[in-house]
């Protein structure tokens, strides 16, 4: 028979993935002698179970339950149910990872009508017995049947104003009486003239199955996507006996932690209540006191609490959030657990336990949570000014960091009033972004989209610029040519102020204030600690000298990926290239690259100079023709002058680019086997600069990596490769350069996966482009999957986004293929990731699994991406 049910005693914390978190450092507590209220856990294979059995408790679970409550009857000397002095309990759920408010809670279960008049007597307060009921009732319902706890705070407060009273602490016994018959009334009506329980087993039994259905309920859904939390780990239930904190003046409620989880500051932070329970602390409706207040109030116990609480820190060797009750004068912790922390706070903690010889720096690297370095780089609002901030909405958070300005419609407009130009604060709002708004994008403090998704263009590169950006709002009615939205019951005009949350996805009316971030001494200390213990190298995405200065200040080893087409939409470039594509010899297409060049060798001069000799990977041209020609009736008749054409030929020639399906279409390698000219021109830029460079710093490892984009047959590649390979060897020879360069092939096409071995013997090197890669092993595009990407959320299909987590199932198969065919045929074979998966931290894990070389990454994830990668390197010894 399986063991569903461990009493406190029987476990330890070694047992966090059966007996979830909570459940496990409860019977290391108790293990520890600490005060802790005694119960026992029923574990999460139990909660698998009950959703393998359709949502049902099988009588084996249920059996093991009344067996383990008999021993707390025992323990306790009292019976669950007993009219005269009845055993309560509290019911909390308890995941393998911590999950703050995601879950339900159940206190006070085990009282009925009769059972707490008995209960009134013996404590000889009735006042609390009621007030323990009521509370009772108000929990269940909400969490157990599902009625809204709006229904009951209303009876509460219509209580409060007829009584003349402010807080609940100051009703009468009678008042509490006459409220527990209110809120039952509110229960039978919700449910249909069904009364309140009153069998404590059957009370038992149904909060016992609504924290198992709470593993499922929306926000728990939702955080686990935020946090990677697969949705098979099941939460576990504690059972514990209840001690009460609203037993009047000796008795209260707190929550504290040993170290300030905001600033990491060491010392205990916390806040307390006088006569409350627990949700009190949290609900808001009383102001609590700080934890030193205790230190006047009840002496004992505040030293007693801080002997204890310092004792749980040096046995955890981490911050712990504790949950503290004080029943008459008796201290007892309810749980304890290393606390949640912002990410200034986990990096000075984890240095402070190194010099405090408590962790080692292998331990400290682990202890911070990758992803939440975002904090670190990128602006915050104002925690006051935030306070007063109005939401509007809500959408997507594609790239972190806080914004306010001027609302501003069109990228010409933002790059006049934005940063380069006034320098006014402003928000750009698009319905959606294009590779032409670039320069606006640049310009703006921050980008609101309504459509795409988190890997859409606007989020793609807001992340590369570090700009913050929220992305495919829905519910904003948009009109672009009358300058205006609607949003929230408001309408904001070109010039009205919104504020964006890039990390949370929240847009707030008005202009909150924003602090710029603060990179502290400890953080350089954790990079440093990463960087000696990873082996994967970290590259970065970028396409501008800037970026790729920061990022390089950020520890990039390189560029992974520098995308030549965001080269291209500057005035002057965009015309040559307009008339390149508007061509109708060689000679005439020849004739307006030639312009091209020069722009081209001297951005390529520029990244190098900035990466100091780094490796730098060029992708050569990969976006159909039709992103890059004129929309606008002004800019049409400009190229038509320009080349000497008609506004209808030009026109026409527009129309002709269009594709049905542009992803599958003419781009990538195909451009370069239609119009080798192209290909020649940007190995030219690419070899010249190197050469130039390579003059002015010979100490420097000079070898650029020239990449072929979408590549699925290995005669393509070989096809483009003759023209690079002749190109960049007479330039080399015309030079008289020893230069080295390589040419190898991105993988992002399914059959490029599954020939990796023939396509090898032209690539030099390989790197994974996953965000193509994914579009085409799903079929879906990363654009548009956010129309039903919620609807798979909720039905359980998908537990994440497959374009924001690598998909190691499908997507990492078709890699792991790819690496080991390419070795095969080229055992010093290259590998590399340049997908937005480079920023993922599990990504990068598995990337550290399959035996990549590097992980490359916008510039502001560089330092996220070398923590994961460190922490996959000491994860996987």
Not at 853 to 872: E, G, K, N
């Amino acid at each position: 028979m399986a063991k569903w049910v461990y009493k406190f005693e029987e476990g330890n914390a070694s047992m966090r993935n059966l007996l979830g978190g909570k459940g496990c450092n409860l019977a290391e507590m108790t293990g520890l002698g600490m005060p802790i209220p005694q119960g026992f856990t029923v574990t999460t294979e139990a909660c698998t179970e009950y959703y393998n059995c359709g949502k049902t408790i099988s009588k084996e679970i249920e059996d093991q339950i009344f067996e383990a409550l008999a021993w707390l009857e025992g323990v306790n000397g009292k019976k669950f149910g007993d009219t005269e002095d009845p055993l309560l309990v509290s019911v909390r759920s308890g995941a393998r990872a911590s999950m703050p408010g995601m879950m339900d809670t159940i206190l006070n279960l085990g009282l009925n009508d009769v059972a707490v008049e008995g209960f009134a007597k013996k404590t000889g307060n009735p006042r609390f017995a009621y007030d323990s009921y009521r509370r009772f009732i108000q929990m269940y319902s909400d969490v157990v049947m599902e009625v809204p706890k709006s229904y009951f705070e209303k009876i509460i407060d219509e209580m409060k104003e007829a009584k003349g009273v402010t807080y609940d602490t100051e009703l009468t016994a009678d008042d509490l009486k006459e409220l527990a018959e209110k809120f039952k009334g509110v229960y039978k009506e919700a449910m249909n003239g069904e009364e309140f329980p009153q069998e404590p087993k059957d009370q038992l039994m149904g909060a016992v199955k609504a924290v198992f259905r709470s593993w499922d309920n929306p926000r728990a859904i939702v955080y686990r996507r935020m946090n990677d939390i697969p949705g098979d780990w099941g939460t576990a239930v504690n059972v514990q006996t209840m001690v009460f904190g609203n037993k009047g003046d000796t008795s209260g409620t707190g929550v504290a932690f040993t170290r300030n989880p905001s600033t990491g500051e060491k010392g205990i932070f916390g806040e307390y209540l006088i006569n409350a329970q627990g949700e009190d602390v949290v609900a808001g409706v009383r102001t609590p006191q700080p934890i030193t207040q205790l230190e006047k109030d009840l002496p004992e116990c505040y030293k007693q609490f801080m002997d204890l609480a310092m004792k749980l820190e040096n046995h955890f060797h981490d911050m712990q959030d504790m949950e503290f009750t004080i029943e008459e004068g008796k201290l007892y912790f309810l749980q304890t657990r290393n606390g949640k922390r912002t990410a200034p706070a986990a990096i000075k903690i984890a240095c402070d336990l190194v010099d405090e010889g408590q962790i080692t720096p292998e331990e400290a690297v682990c202890r911070i949570e990758a992803k939440s370095l975002d904090q670190l780089l990128h602006p915050t609002f104002d925690a006051d000014a935030l306070k007063a901030g109005e939401v509007i909405g809500s959408a997507l958070p594609a790239s972190p960091g806080a914004a306010a300005g001027k609302v501003i419609f069109t990228a010409e407009e933002a790059k006049e009033a934005g940063i380069g130009g006034k320098g006014e604060r402003v928000i750009l709002v698009r319905l959606e972004t294009s590779p032409e708004d670039i320069e606006g994008m640049h310009a703006a403090q921050g980008i609101l989209t309504v459509r795409g998704g988190m890997t859409s263009h606007a989020a793609v590169v807001a992340r590369g610029m570090g700009t913050c950006c929220v992305s495919g709002c829905g519910e904003i009615e948009i009109d672009e040519e009358k300058k205006e939205f609607k949003l929230g019951g408001y309408t904001f005009h070109e010039g009205d102020y919104i504020s964006l949350d890039g990390t949370t996805g929240k847009i707030y009316k008005g202009d909150i204030k924003t602090n710029e971030a603060s990179v502290s001494g400890d953080f350089g200390r954790v990079m440093g600690w990463a960087d000696e213990f990873r082996t994967l190298k970290v590259r970065t995405n970028a396409d501008t000298p800037a970026d790729a200065k920061k990022a390089r200040e950020l520890g990039a080893e390189g560029i992974g990926l520098c995308r030549t087409e965001h080269m291209f939409f500057e005035e002057d470039r965009i015309a040559a290239f307009r008339e390149m594509i508007c061509s109708d010899t060689v000679e005439e297409r020849e004739a307006a690259l030639d312009k091209i060049l020069p722009y081209q060798q001297s951005d390529f001069e520029a990244l190098y100079e900035a990466l100091e000799g780094c490796p730098v990977t060029i992708r050569f041209l990969d976006p159909p023709l039709h992103e890059f020609v004129p929309t606008e009736e002004a800019d049409i008749k400009k190229l038509a002058d320009a080349q000497g054409k008609s506004v209808e030929t030009i026109k026409a020639i527009i129309e002709g680019l269009k594709e049905f399906n542009p992803m599958m279409g003419h781009r990538g390698c195909r451009l370069a086997v239609t119009y080798p000219e192209i290909a020649k021109m940007q190995t030219k830029a690419v070899i010249r600069a190197a050469i130039n460079v390579k003059k002015a710093h010979p100490d420097w490892n000079m070898v650029p990596e020239i990449m072929i984009p979408l590549v699925c047959e290995v005669k393509e590649l070989k096809n483009v490769k003759a023209v690079v390979v002749e190109t960049a060897d007479a330039e080399i020879a015309a030079a008289g350069s020893d230069l080295k360069y390589s040419v190898g092939t991105m993988i992002e096409i399914p059959r490029a996966a599954l020939t990796a071995d023939e396509i090898a013997t032209e690539a030099e090197f390989f790197c994974f482009g996953t965000n193509d890669l994914t579009q085409m092993t799903f079929g879906f595009s990363r654009d548009d999957s956010g129309k039903f990407l919620d609807a798979y959320y909720q039905a359980k299909i998908f537990e994440s986004d497959p374009f924001a987590r690598l998909d190691q199932n499908g997507v990492g198969k078709l890699m792991d293929m790819a690496v080991k065919l390419g070795k095969q045929t080229r055992p010093d074979m290259h590998l590399g990731i340049c997908g937005e998966h480079g920023g993922d931290p599990s990504s990068v894990e598995f990337c550290h699994k399959l035996g990549l070389d590097y992980v490359s990454c916008s510039p502001f994830r560089v330092p996220i991406a070398r923590l994961a990668a460190a922490q996959a390197a000491i994860n996987n010894k």
